[in-house]
């Protein structure tokens, strides 16, 4: 059963809702941009039967956390993910972020690295747009998903075109979208400040079909991490890889976590 919780910083006027489900050790886990905590349900339900207790994020902007200020930077962000850790994983937790969201874990990681154990990305992006470009028709597609004054038909097209894999049902992103939430910040740093993930082991979930981050971006930074990186490839989805493959996403988080369990890492 999930539980809706909340914790708070009052000196950085923060509060953030979080979802709750599962025992065992902590799994904070951050959506992707515009998007909200339930995106995770189906991998929370998965963790839970695999006998984990996750905390899916709703950033600031999302669901009932606080709208983020004018300025906000990837370092605030990461002591979002240290509160979570810090209030409701006893402190140290393995750390798992979508698309987005991604790049807010090896920030995390490299910010404050005394929270994180293991960091887990689905795909690894914020890779240089000028190596691999993302398609104009892609680009000009993604404000399109969530733009409620177009017909539901072209936002399935649009839905499918940026995010979904072909032939998968984009049905499900219709609903659940937050404009307002805070990944503006993620220029507010260097790319060369957090792309590591710290000195953390790292879990690459690379979707095959991904029209924003392409294979390569995740191969290259497998090899460039070396030992401390496990690499892994789905076929059959895009970006949008929380609903598209949640049994095959949560199959290698649960290897991944079982290979680096909290005791040991």
């Known amino acids: ?39 995770f349900g189906a991998i929370q339900r998965l963790l839970a039967e695999a006998g984990y207790r996750s905390f899916a994020v709703n950033p600031r ?4 956390s606080t709208p983020p200020p004018p300025e906000i930077s990837l370092r605030d962000l990461a002591d979002d993910v240290a509160l979570v850790v810090e209030v409701l994983g006893g402190g140290y937790a393995h750390i798992v972020g979508h698309a987005l969201g991604n790049i807010v874990v090896r920030a995390t990681a490299t910010y404050r690295p005394e929270v994180t154990a293991t960091v887990s990305v689905m795909p690894c992006g914020g ?4 190596a691999h470009p993302v398609s104009d028709e892609v680009l000009a597609a993604f404000p399109r998903c969530h733009d409620e004054t177009l017909s539901e038909d072209e936002r399935l097209d649009a ?4 995010f979904f894999a072909r032939g998968n049902d984009p049905h499900s992103w219709l609903d659940g979208w ?5 990944f503006g910040a993620l220029t507010a740093q260097r790319p060369d400040e957090w792309w590591r993930a710290g000195s953390a082991p790292i879990l690459i ?4 079909e991904d029209a924003m981050a392409p294979a390569e971006v995740g191969r290259e930074v497998a090899v460039a991490l070396g030992e401390r ?7 059959n989805c895009g970006h949008a890889i929380l609903p598209e493959r949640p049994n095959a996403v949560t199959a290698h988080l649960v290897a991944f976590f079982r290979a680096h369990p909290l005791a040991q890492t």
């Not at 890779?127 to 000028?130: C, E």
């Not at 839905?159 to 940026?162: K, N, S, V």
């Open 1 to 39: 059963m999930v539980n809706t919780t909340y914790v708070e910083d009052e000196d950085r006027e923060v509060r953030l809702e979080v979802l709750v489900e599962g025992d065992g050790e902590p799994v904070v886990l951050l959506p992707s941009a515009m998007r909200g905590a339930v995106d």
């Open 229 to 235: 990186a496990t690499y892994v490839e789905i076929p």
């Open 127 to 130: 890779h240089s747009l000028d």
């Open 178 to 182: 937050w404009p307002t939430s805070t």
């Open 159 to 162: 839905l499918r075109l940026a």
């Open 61 to 64: 902007g999302a669901g009932g």
């Open 205 to 208: 979930i690379q979707p095959l």
